[in-house]
């Protein structure tokens, strides 16, 4: 990658308190761009103020979805120094988003380089109280004006950052989720393994209709059979069932999440035992039924893990583990907030300073 050129601000914005931010409405002072052209390969790495993106109506992004885009943060450690957590691992995947959806892709160190770059000019707006960050959200679209469905052959990388508060601020409380037999949100052969946009908005209905009726989210069901567990709203889902933890494994139509690897690895280094393979919904309900659902949560960056309290499939309902956290997801949660915000050591090496 060419040097990035950096443009400041003239004017800086005032940060918001951090116990007054709502996720993703408050964004710092810059962002990162770069361009893509076809024959001349990305170029043009640039930190420019934040604002408006000047687009043509016609761009291919708008009619035909093709956009990827990551999630991930920077952290704040009792030192004062400002860290991430498996970039490289971010670094991989959009760049297996880019390939399902034709979209070139940028090299790993270029896509961690610019994260990095953008974050220090920023790190002012890493929040420091407990439970803070900076969510990151790199992003990759294309930009051709042109109506014809063909891969694009300009495309714009564009990095944001929005500092958040605490996820928990008033302590885990464990989710109501039901079981989605009408929507799906992936298919094998689709998008589903990808962070494209798309998937979002098939998804958008469901979450929507949970709401309505009282539930955090939903627990989505593969698209094929409508019987085996894929992911719970848009995080991944792993079970606590009679000692061991089990988690749908990656069928591609299951998003690869970080946070699920990490819990895995965790899990492992623990001794406790792990499986990623097909679990129906049945399967499920007969375990708790049997007194074996020990635990059940969600994971993902936001978040970390979210416990689920309340697990309804139509007429069947089920608490786990009285409603509470369990000791386990408690677990991974305070290994991996503690390895992430730098209170604990980092014996697997996920810790990337920002320089
Ligand atoms: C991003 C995402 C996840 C979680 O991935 P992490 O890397 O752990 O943040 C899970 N499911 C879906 C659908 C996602 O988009």
Redesign the pocket.
């Known amino acids: 990658m060419e040097t990035i050129k950096i443009t400041k601000a003239a004017e800086l914005k005032p940060h918001p308190a951090p116990e007054t931010l709502v996720f993703g409405k408050t964004f710092t002072d810059h962002m990162f761009l770069m361009d893509y052209h076809t024959g001349q390969g990305w170029h043009d790495p640039r930190i420019v103020p934040y604002g408006p993106l000047a687009l043509d109506p016609s761009s291919m992004v708008f009619h035909y979805a093709q956009e990827v885009f990551e999630?991930m943060k920077a952290y704040r450690t009792p030192e004062g120094k400002v860290q991430l957590f498996r970039p490289y691992e971010n670094a991989r995947r959009i760049n297996a988003s880019c390939e399902r959806l034709c979209i070139p892709a940028i090299p790993e160190e270029d896509f961690v380089a610019a994260v990095k770059a953008l974050v220090q000019v920023d790190e002012s707006w890493v929040p420091d109280q407990l439970g803070t960050s900076l969510y990151i959200r790199p992003f990759v679209f294309a930009a051709d004006a042109s109506l014809g469905v063909h891969a694009s052959h300009s495309y714009i990388f564009c990095i944001i950052c929005c500092p958040v508060g605490a996820y928990y601020p008033e302590g885990i409380n464990p989710v109501k989720i039901y079981v989605e037999n009408e929507d799906v949100r992936a298919v094998r052969g689709g998008t589903g393994y990808t962070?494209c946009g798309g998937?979002y908005a098939a998804s958008i209905r469901a979450g929507e209709r949970a709401e309505e009726q009282g539930y955090s989210q939903v627990l989505w069901l593969d698209g094929v059979e409508r019987k085996y567990i894929e992911?719970v709203g848009?995080?991944?889902v792993l079970f606590k069932v009679d000692g061991a933890v089990i988690t749908p494994k990656l069928t591609g139509s299951v998003?690869p999440?970080?946070?699920?690897k990490s819990c895995l690895e965790l899990l492992k280094s623990w001794g406790v035992p792990v499986e990623e393979r097909l679990i129906t919904a049945q399967e499920l309900f007969d375990a708790a039924q049997a007194g074996k659902l020990e635990e059940a949560w969600g994971?993902?960056?936001a978040a970390v893990v979210s416990p689920i309290g309340e697990l309804a499939w139509g007429e069947q309902k089920v608490t786990i583990n009285g409603g509470q956290i369990g000791p386990l997801t408690q677990k991974l949660y305070d290994t991996l907030t503690g390895i992430q915000w730098g209170t604990q050591p980092d014996p697997f090496g996920w810790i990337v300073p920002v320089e």
């Not at 999440?257 to 699920?260: A, F, L, V």
Request: charged residues 20%.
């Open positions: 999630g962070k998937n992911e848009a995080m991944n998003l999440g970080i946070t699920r994971s993902g960056t």
